[in-house]
């Protein structure tokens, strides 16, 4: 991740560096290391630094999600870490559109995911999707309001 961060969000260059490394993406603990590497990162980071991080999460969770190599059901968990993190980070800092979109994609995530039981995992898909609409909905609302 600080690879593609540093590669200014390069996908195609993140995508060669996940294919020459995919031996890392099959590490069942992968997902538990990249969160708390992820959390000490935040834990040391100024607001700024922390909506940079959260915008980073997003965008590698889109990546790593839809990446077809690999341990399939660890890029979809590292997805799930990441864009509950970066949601976090954007609700705490009122980026609540960011935030909408961040359930939108763990609302997909959620319905992809291949651990868990997956009546659980589409009820986790259902509330993220339900709490981006609702957001969407207000701010839909208050925009029609001030068009009046």
Known sequence: MQQFENSNHNLQLTRNILQENIQILDDDSLPEKLYNWVMNKLSRATPIEARVIAVTLNSFSILIQHFPLGNIANNIEIAIIDYKIA??????????????????????????????????????????????????????IQSNGRKL
């Open 87 to 140: 949601a976090v980070i954007s609700k705490q800092q009122s980026f609540l559109e960011e935030w909408a979109s961040l359930q939108n994609n763990l609302g997909v995530a959620y319905t992809d995911r291949i651990k868990g039981i997956k009546s659980d995992n589409l009820e986790v898909a259902i509330v993220a999707f339900r709490d981006a609409i609702t957001v969407r909905k207000k701010k839909n």
